[in-house]
């Protein structure tokens, strides 16, 4: 998707940087064999340019990181490594969606502890290789505190501090809550906007309908409304979309994966690209304290982008029941924080 | 990447047929849950107009199957069945990658035994269920005698007939030459064109960059000047992409995956959208004797298309090298017509 260019636009070439451990050495080179072989236009190393793109590919043999950066590799436009400071050079994006994955019977803090590792070393190689203000796109690092936090950065830091530059991954979330909306009205997906997901990327988050909006023959209308069943809103809506990814994994035998790639390539897509007019997407960002959420925490609030910058949508009106999940799902967030931050 | 408008174009609304075997339904659902949950604003039903595409994912655990089609699924714009009269229902475009993967140690003709009964099923439900004129991109049938021949058509019979409509897929060996010769020069592949598959999609294939281009700041110029390396050209490079399944299988345990979807894409893309001026693609089609091949055969030639329909490219010079390999590659596919002929 990236080397077809959906993720930073039709004319962008990029550069991939592919990363895996060195036990998978061998696939890795059997993607990147494969990404010659598809004859990819964008997909081009550019000595004299700057060059924009790479990704990284990380093991378990599940899942993938990616990001983009420089590199000298004219021919292919292809870096394949397990070598963590050969990955990160020079990138300008950064797509860590890699990492343990959560085995059936295995607690949240033990995740947690096997992931501290794969993070202490991987913020290490990006710090030191990556290009100023490489854009991070993550999953697994909700519980990190970065050097400077939003606030005072909109105070007195230079903008592309590193608490601007990292957000976590709720998009698969957010399209999921589209798709359902979508679907309960009998819409084209395409129709809906404004959906949201509050706090963090499990099962306590807060997929929220009561701000989104749908394209009808009457314009554009409240999906409140338009569903006119609270019941539905705020029971059988939140847990589909908390529960998807178990529906999925029941059904495939295999967790999401086309739907996965999707929203990781939409999210950096709005990210850099900007969010259209009058529509919002969800990101994990550092709180700055908008939406009574602590300043300490990456927490996914509504977004939107412009010019490589997103911002918290402001001024939603939260109620009770809204306020009562966003609540617990922080208090979740700030549990995983303390247990990250006694294992670090 | 046919739900992203990479098939048929950035603005085209289409509807994914995906057909299984009934002891997958449960994963091709999944597969249908993760389409909806990616909230792709081009996937849709749009019961007002001609909708145009689907996909069939056929299994064996390892390939899918594509077709375009018409449906009633306003919602979802996916229909996930094993039903064949379903699944072909009103298709425009049918992709049929799927069928009997070749295991280690099988012969061809047990191979052939195997998709024949495949092909006479599929073959029955797309004439009675899809729309008329529906072009078929195929892997498997390389062995079937249309209706209506080329030649003939292009004399008597209206366009569109079966032999027009019917192609099998050669763009992934295609696209590997393109790569290999990319590299050997050490330019990006989008600046090479016009190498072709003479023949079968098999290691008798003659990939042929006799005729191939590459520019250079000096204008487009042929590669076999700038390669300078005839030993390379007739030897490692043919050898290179004949083989270069088998190498891709070596490095990751699993054969081609992202490089042949992004062929079948390509394929397709070119055949509707036309090839860009100048500029041909490699695509089994039934023979119409130019070059020599014989009447009866699909064969993999250089073609150009334009407004839907293929014609092969006429006048290329080829000299006897080239002649001893298209015809080995001929011999071969007689072979293999008259073992399924004798099979059905």
């Not at 260019?5 to 990363?19: I, K, N, R, S």
């Amino acid at each position: 998707m990236i080397a077809r260019g959906l993720m930073l636009g039709p004319d962008q070439p990029v550069v991939l940087h592919m990363l895996d451990l060195p036990r998978a050495a061998d696939a890795l080179n059997g993607v990147k064999m494969e990404l010659v072989d598809a004859a990819l236009p964008l997909l081009r190393g550019m000595p004299a340019l700057q060059p924009l793109a790479a990704v990284f590919s990380f093991i378990a043999g599940c899942k993938a990181y990616f990001a983009l950066g420089a590199t000298t590799n004219f021919e292919t436009g292809v870096v394949a490594t397990s070598d963590e400071a050969e990955a990160f050079k020079g990138v300008n994006v950064a797509i860590l969606i890699g990492g343990w994955p959560r085995k059936e019977g295995m607690k949240r803090k033990d995740l947690t502890a096997k992931n501290v590792p794969i993070y202490k070393s991987q913020a290490s190689a990006l710090q030191q290789h990556a290009a100023p203000n490489c854009k991070v796109e993550q999953r697994f690092w909700w519980w990190l505190t970065p050097r400077t936090p939003t606030r005072s950065s909109s105070r007195s830091s230079p903008p592309g501090s590193p608490a601007k530059n990292i957000t976590c991954l709720t998009r698969l979330d957010h399209n999921r809550a589209l798709g359902q909306v979508a679907e309960k009205l009998g819409v084209p997906v395409g129709d809906v906007r404004n959906a949201i997901i509050w706090g963090n990327h499990s099962s306590t988050q807060f997929p929220d309908a009561s701000h989104a909006t749908a394209r009808t023959e009457l314009g554009e209308r409240p999906v409140k409304e338009l569903v006119a069943d609270e019941k539905w809103l705020k029971e059988e809506f939140v847990s589909t979309v908390q529960e998807r990814g178990v529906a999925v994994i029941k059904a495939r035998r295999q967790s999401s994966s086309l739907s996965a790639a999707s929203a990781a390539c939409d999210h950096m897509r709005d990210w850099i690209l900007g969010t259209p007019k009058g529509t919002w997407v969800s990101m994990g960002v550092f709180s700055d304290g908008s939406d009574r959420v602590p300043e300490v925490l990456f927490y996914s609030f509504p977004v939107t982008c412009e010019k490589g910058e997103w911002s918290i949508v402001q001024g939603l009106q939260i109620d009770d029941f809204a306020r009562s999940k966003m609540e617990a799902s922080g208090t979740e967030l700030m549990e995983e924080k303390s247990i990250a931050i006694n294992i670090l």
